[in-house]
């Protein structure tokens, strides 16, 4: 079974035509539409297949060319330029720069501009014109903010245009975004989509929900004792807050470059992993101190300071979630939010040294350098999942992976409570599991930004 996050064309690869017709199929899918932006009532309206097929091509073409040995990456948004606000600009919006004349729209203006339009700041505009086609105007700066967003914090960026942009991140590697959301990838001849996110599963909540439930009684504690009233939390939020932390580090190691492995165990495990065991043995183990469980403390603090910011006694019954924190503008929401931030950065730090990062699903630190036991029983065949819940499957050897991986499938066959998240050099990631019977993995899908 093919599986649903990638497509190949009958040759085995893919190209710039095959990614048209791929996000041309799946916007005749309303369903999947509306996955992808959800509260979008009106449908963007795609360019002429030409036209479509003519701009990504370029694009795949200057990827192939070189710029004093470094590769050519560029943004870029088609998007007339009179539709750009002439007065704003970063941080908090977008400054639009126009040429004095077009630029032809080819491979050669392309990788000339790309050294000026620095990737993590700048988009090249391309409007389309009925007689020339398509034509560049101009430069549009947006600020590097719009990364915080990619990391897995909060939207401080001001969101991009509801218009198609494209990523040219190396030789061959395009992404197609509408807006700031990510529609297809082209990368090594294969079509990626975004649908796959293994965070988004019912497994992963079910396997946290007793972890959430604790979080939650602490701040229902927090919230009596306050002397104002707080507003109603969202009931997912600090799960919200959990899964932002692990993308946040999974995306500072990609962007190391030297892999890592994440082990999360069930927090009842604690004591007997910092004790002499035979399954994992962790050589740098932390003190049972306040400071060891940081993360939670200060998703804790978040919430209550979510809270007691939009607490109303005119509207007792208000609640607030994910969209009042990414759009919160309090000063204190945004030191915690940085807090978190240089948190994930520490942790993606330790798993530079040999070995796992031992974490509890609670997200409290126990340590690095895990040595997961050799004497383990190998796994011959592990499942490969090709949706979030793990429905639709395929049963494959485990040969061909490194040994992080291999000792990531031994550990999760022994003990299946655990979760183990792998990365490797070349910043793939699988997220590992006993689920169903087996050792399964998932493929978390790139975003199609370089580092991350």
């Known amino acids: 079974m093919r599986p649903f996050n990638r497509c190949l064309s009958p040759m085995g690869h893919s190209y710039p035509k095959d990614l048209v017709s791929f996000i041309y199929e799946r916007w005749q899918d309303p369903v999947l539409f509306a996955r ?10 795609l360019p002429d297949r030409a036209v479509l097929e003519q701009v990504l091509s370029t694009c795949y073409q200057a990827s192939l060319m070189r710029e004093e040995e470094r590769p050519v990456m560029f943004r870029l948004i088609i998007r007339e330029s009179h539709l750009f606000p002439a007065e704003e600009g970063p941080p908090t919006g977008i400054h639009r720069l126009i040429f004095s004349r077009t630029r032809p729209f080819n491979e050669y203006e392309l990788h000339r501009l790309a050294p000026a339009a620095d990737f993590y700041r700048t988009l090249i505009g391309i409007a389309i014109d009925p007689v020339e086609g398509a034509q560049i105007w101009g430069l549009l700066h947006s600020g590097t903010r719009w990364m915080h967003n990619v990391y897995g914090g909060r939207k401080t960026s001001p969101p991009l245009p509801y218009s198609l942009v494209v990523y040219v991140t190396g030789a061959g590697q395009l992404s197609v975004c509408l807006g700031s959301e990510i529609i297809a990838s082209l990368n090594a001849g294969q079509i990626n989509c975004p649908t796959l996110d293994v965070f988004n599963s019912q497994w992963i909540t079910h396997s946290l929900a007793a972890v959430h439930s604790e979080t939650i009684a602490l701040h229902m504690a927090a919230r009596a004792r306050a002397e104002r009233p ?5 009931p997912d939020f600090g799960k919200y807050i959990g899964q932002q932390a692990i993308r946040r580090i999974i995306s500072v190691i990609r962007n190391s470059h030297h892999g890592g492995l994440l082990v999360y165990l069930p927090p009842e495990m604690t004591e007997e992993i910092m004790k002499e065991n035979r399954f994992l043995s962790i050589k740098y183990q932390f003190l049972e101190l306040e400071s060891r469980q940081r993360f939670r403390t200060l998703t804790l603090r978040i919430m209550n300071t979510l809270a007691a910011i939009h607490g109303d006694a ?18 204190n929401i945004a030191l915690l939010d940085e807090a978190i931030f ?3 950065h520490f942790i993606a730090a330790l798993s530079a040294v040999d070995g796992a990062v031992v974490i509890t699903k609670r997200q409290e630190l126990l340590g690095f350098g895990g040595v997961i036991s050799g ?32 000792a990531a499938y031994r550990l999760c066959q022994r003990l299946h409570e655990a979760i183990a998240i792998v990365i490797s050099q070349d910043e793939s990631v699988q997220i590992v599991k006993w689920h169903n019977g087996s050792v399964t993995y998932w493929d978390q899908v790139p975003t199609g930004v370089p580092g991350f």
């Open 375 to 406: 004497d383990l029983d190998t796994v011959g065949m592990v499942t490969h999942a090709l949706d979030n819940e793990g429905t639709h499957t395929e049963v494959v050897l485990s040969e061909g992976v490194g040994t992080r991986h291999r």
């Open 230 to 234: 707080w507003a109603d939390l969202d």
């Open 36 to 45: 992808l932006f959800p509260g979008q009532r009106e449908r963007f309206e």
């Open 314 to 331: 005119r509207h007792p019954d208000k609640q607030v979630g994910w969209r009042e924190y990414v759009s919160c503008k309090d000063d």
């Open 342 to 344: 240089d948190v994930a």
